[in-house]
């Protein structure tokens, strides 16, 4: 199985500041066909999770473009450019490269 | 709009079978471009895969759950269904139901979990 990793576990954030969390994969995730086989999962408290990016950095219908989805390979990185109140959850990065597919242990994102 | 609901039973017994129901409103499971899958969370722990099928039938599970897991869809329904036999303990979480979004070719592309059910207590216990 692919091994997801994130970091870091917790972040506390400043509203209207940016905030950053890393993914790895234990092998790589881009394919030939130039496609990075990761989404980004947020799961808000006391919700079920909403998909935030498919394949690396294309964005999901209604995600606010203060979000980005970066990297390629086993290198993935969410930004967040200013963190808003309603930003606070469990952040998932998940590879669908292979079955079966993988989370990683999920970001805590708490305001300060 | 599309609207995911899953609905099964809340308490189960050690090595009871848990059959859970997604019932699926707005779009057709045989509709093309769709996976429909399962994904459970331990109480106070992160996300877990468990499997997926394709209208087709073509299905796949998480590996250490094979053999105890079946999913199957019913078009006469608009439903799909998760079986897991033989529950444990380990097998308590909040289960949720999502449709998925790929395209075949060459290689298939993956477009996320984008529509989720609200979620469904199970719990196994003596």
């Known amino acids: 199985d692919i091994v997801m990793t994130q970091s870091p576990l917790s972040l506390p954030v400043t509203p209207g500041e940016p905030a950053s969390i890393s993914c790895r994969s234990s092998q790589s995730l881009l394919l030939t066909n130039g496609y990075n086989y990761l989404d980004w999962y947020l799961q808000k408290p006391g919700q079920s999770p909403q998909l935030l990016f498919y394949l690396g950095s294309h964005r999901a219908s209604g995600v606010p473009d203060r979000f980005s989805g970066s990297g390629s390979g086993t290198d993935f990185t969410l930004k967040i450019s200013r963190v808003e109140a309603d930003d606070v959850g469990f952040y998932y990065c998940?590879?669908?490269?292979?079955?079966?597919?993988?989370f990683g242990p999920g970001t805590t994102v708490e305001i300060k | 709009q599309v609207q995911l609901r899953e609905s099964g039973p809340g308490l189960l017994k050690p090595s009871q079978t848990l059959s859970l129901t997604c019932t699926v409103s707005?779009?057709?499971?045989?509709?093309?471009?769709?996976?429909w899958s399962w994904v459970r969370q331990h109480p106070g722990k992160g996300l877990e895969w468990i499997g997926f099928i394709y209208f087709g039938g073509r299905t796949y599970y998480k590996p250490s759950l094979k053999g105890r897991l079946t999913i199957s869809v019913d078009t006469s329904k608009n439903q799909f269904s998760l079986k897991l036999t033989s529950v444990t303990a380990a097998d308590t979480a909040m289960y949720y139901c999502?449709?998925?979004?790929?395209?075949?070719?060459?290689?298939?592309?993956?477009?996320?979990?984008?529509?989720w059910g609200q979620g469904t207590t199970v719990t196994v216990s003596s």
């Open positions: 998940m590879q669908t490269l292979q079955t079966p597919f993988t």
């Open positions: 999502a449709r998925g979004n790929f395209m075949e070719g060459q290689y298939t592309l993956y477009y996320g979990m984008d529509v």
């Open positions: 707005g779009v057709s499971v045989s509709g093309g471009g769709y996976y």
